[in-house]
C-alpha cells in the first residue's frame, strides 16, 4: 500500500535582509492513513514549516527550493492553485495553536463551519450545518445543539478548539495537520481536547501530524515521533522506542529538560508586611460575578504560582490587583498601603511598582516599534530619562536579560524568536523599576527548552532585585521549578493555599487533586489509563468528565 503523504529530501528556504536562508535541510517523511506522526523539537526546528510543507503550502517570503511533496499521489510542489484549492479544506485541514485568532470574531462557529463543505459541494448549508451539531456531539461540547450558534468570544478556549477541530473534520478530510492544538490550553481542559482529537481521528481513520513541543502529550497521541533540530531531521522511531531509548545527544538532552529546581527558599516572617495583600475581593464582569471573597498575600522577594483551569479567575485576579478591572467590595493593599481600586486614581509611583508580563509576546509588542522604542518607552515616562540617560539604561536592561545591546537595539519583534520577545517583555516590565511583576502564562507558547531558560532569567532577576512575581500558570512542572507558594482557584474562588512543598503532598483538595492527576506524564498508555481511572469508557466522553 502507497502511502497517503510522502515527503523526499525536501529543501525550505526564508527571506531574510534579500537573501535565502535554508530552513527545512534534505527532510522526508511518509505517512499512511490513520496514522499519526508527532514533529517535535525547539523553537525554530521548522516543526511548523514542515507541518504546512505537507499541504503543499509555505507562508510569505518562504519557498521550496528542492524535494517533492505528495499527496496520494499528486505532487503538491508543482500543482496549480486550482488544484491545491480543490484538496485544502476539504481531503487536507489545518487546526492551528490559537483558536481565538483563526475564527473570524463578527461570524458564528456554525457558519465558520459549513463554509468549506458548501464551497467544495459536499453538502449543502442544512446538511453541513446539522452534520456540524453532530460533530459537536461527537467532540462532547456543551449543548451541541446551541453552541454552534454562539460567536467565538462566548466559548472557552478548550470549547473553542474542539470546534475547530470539528470543522477541520467537516469534509472528513484525508489528512489533518495539529499545530500545537493544546499550547494554551490547563491541563484539565488540555485532556478534554486530546482525547477528542484522538477519538475523532480514529472514528474516521484520518491520517494525522501532530506539531508540539511537549513530549508527554505527543506521547499519547503519536505512533511514531520524528525530532527536528534547526532544519535538520535528528532521529525517528516508534513512539515506544523513542521514549525509551533514544539514540541522539539532542534527543535525550530534550527528555531531560525542567531539571531546573529554584533553591527552596525559608518562609516567610511571621507577621511581616507582604508586599502585595488581596483582601476579601469579589469583582465581576458587568453583572456576572467572577470573583467570590479571594484572599492572598505576596511577600518580598517570593514567587506565588496561581493555578487553576480556564475560567478559574487567575488572570481576573490580576486585572484587579492592577486596577484594569476595579473589584466589587474588598481591597489591594501594597505595601500595607490599600490601593485606589481603579488604575486611573493611583499615582504614577503606585502605577509603576505592579508590572506586567505578558503570555503571547507576539501581541504584547508593537511591530513597528525597534526594541529599543519598547523599552525606552516605560523608562521616560517613569523614570523621566531621555537622550543618553535613556538609551544607556535600555542598553544596561538588555544586558540584564541577556541580549546584546549593539545586536538587538534596532531591530524590530519580528527579527526576534519567540523567547527573544519574552525577554523583550521582561525587559520592558523592568524599565519601570517595580518591586512587583504578574507574570501571566510567559513560558505556555514555549518550548522547553527555551521556556527553562525563561524561568532561570527570571529566578536570576528576583534574586538579584528582590521582585516578588505572581505567575499566573496551567503548567505544574512550572510551579515546581519556581513557586515558594500557591494558590489553587476554581470558579473564581481560592480552593487551596499554602507552601509549594505542602501543596504537591497528600492530602490535597480534590480539585487540587484532579490538577495534579492530569498532568501529562511520558507514558504512551497514561491518557487511556486515566481515562478509564474515571470510569470513562469512551475516549471522547473525557470532556463529559467536567460538565
Not at 14 to 41: C, H, T
Not at 214 to 219: E, I, P, R, S, T
Not at 371 to 388: D, T, W
Not at 437 to 465: H, M, N, P, R, Y
Request: one cysteine or more.
Amino acid at each position: 500500500m502507497s502511502a497517503l503523504v510522502e515527503i523526499n529530501d525536501l529543501w525550505i528556504e526564508g527571506r531574510s535582509d534579500e537573501q535565502w536562508n535554508p530552513i527545512i535541510n534534505g527532510a522526508s517523511l511518509s505517512l499512511n492513513k490513520g496514522e499519526v506522526l508527532g514533529l517535535i523539537g525547539e523553537s525554530g526546528a521548522g516543526k511548523s514549516t514542515l507541518g504546512l510543507a505537507a499541504m503543499g503550502f509555505t507562508r510569505d517570503g518562504v519557498r521550496i527550493s528542492g524535494g517533492s511533496v505528495r499527496f496520494d499521489g499528486i505532487d503538491l510542489v508543482n500543482a496549480s492553485a486550482a488544484v491545491k484549492r480543490e484538496l485544502l479544506g476539504k481531503r487536507i485541514a489545518y487546526v492551528a495553536q490559537s483558536a481565538a485568532a483563526s475564527f473570524n470574531p463578527a461570524h458564528r462557529l456554525i457558519d465558520q463551519h459549513t463554509e468549506a463543505p458548501v464551497q467544495h459541494g459536499v453538502q449543502s448549508k442544512a446538511e453541513s450545518q446539522a452534520d456540524g451539531i453532530e460533530l459537536y456531539r461527537r467532540l462532547r461540547l456543551p449543548n451541541p445543539d446551541e453552541i454552534g450558534f454562539r460567536y467565538p468570544h462566548q466559548v472557552s478556549g478548550g470549547q473553542l478548539q474542539r470546534a475547530m477541530t470539528a470543522m477541520a473534520m467537516s469534509c472528513r478530510p484525508d489528512l489533518i495537520i495539529f499545530d500545537e492544538p493544546t499550547t494554551a490550553l490547563d491541563v484539565t481542559t488540555q485532556i478534554e481536547v486530546l482525547a477528542s482529537i484522538r477519538d475523532i481521528v480514529e472514528q474516521f481513520d484520518t491520517a494525522a501530524i501532530y506539531i508540539t513541543h511537549d513530549l508527554a502529550v505527543v506521547a499519547q497521541m503519536a505512533d511514531r515521533i520524528k525530532v527536528l533540530l534547526k532544519g535538520d531531521e535528528v532521529e525517528e522511531a516508534e513512539t515506544r522506542e523513542m521514549l525509551s531509548s533514544p539514540k541522539e545527544d539532542y534527543t535525550k538532552s530534550l527528555w531531560a529538560v525542567r531539571s531546573f529546581q529554584r533553591k527552596q527558599k525559608a518562609p516567610a516572617i511571621a507577621g511581616a508586611t507582604p508586599v502585595i495583600r488581596v483582601k476579601n475581593v469579589n469583582a465581576s464582569y458587568g453583572k456576572v460575578p467572577v470573583l467570590h471573597d479571594v484572599s492572598f498575600d505576596i511577600h518580598e522577594g517570593r514567587t506565588v504560582a496561581v493555578v487553576g483551569e480556564s475560567g478559574s479567575g487567575k488572570s481576573t485576579a490580576a486585572r484587579c490587583i492592577t486596577g484594569l478591572l476595579p473589584p466589587r467590595s474588598g481591597h489591594i493593599e501594597f505595601d500595607g498601603e490599600v490601593l485606589p481600586l481603579d488604575y486611573r486614581k493611583r499615582s504614577k509611583m503606585q502605577l509603576r511598582q505592579a508590572q506586567m508580563i505578558y503570555q503571547m509576546a507576539d501581541t504584547a509588542l508593537n511591530p513597528r516599534k525597534t526594541i529599543g522604542e519598547l523599552i525606552g518607552r516605560p523608562v521616560e515616562f517613569y523614570m523621566g530619562l531621555k537622550g543618553a540617560e535613556k538609551r544607556k539604561r535600555v542598553e544596561h536592561l538588555l544586558e540584564e536579560i541577556e541580549l546584546e545591546p549593539s545586536q538587538y537595539f534596532h531591530r524590530l519583534p519580528s527579527e526576534l524568536s519567540g523567547g527573544q520577545k519574552q525577554r523583550i517583555g521582561i525587559a520592558r516590565a523592568l524599565a519601570a523599576e517595580p518591586k512587583f511583576i504578574i507574570c501571566d502564562e510567559v513560558t505556555s507558547a514555549l518550548d522547553q527548552l527555551v521556556a527553562e531558560g525563561i524561568l532561570k532569567l527570571l529566578a536570576k532577576l528576583q534574586d538579584s532585585l528582590g521582585l516578588s512575581y505572581m505567575f499566573i500558570t496551567h503548567d505544574l512542572a512550572t510551579v515546581k521549578s519556581i513557586a515558594d507558594e500557591v494558590v489553587v482557584m476554581k470558579d473564581g474562588r481560592v480552593v487551596e493555599h499554602g507552601p509549594k512543598d505542602e501543596m504537591f503532598r497528600p492530602p490535597h483538595h480534590p480539585y487540587t487533586d484532579l490538577l495534579l492527576s492530569s498532568v501529562p506524564e511520558m507514558d504512551p498508555d497514561w491518557l487511556t489509563n486515566l481515562l478509564a481511572e474515571r470510569g470513562i469508557d469512551n475516549i471522547g466522553d473525557a470532556a463529559v468528565d467536567k460538565m
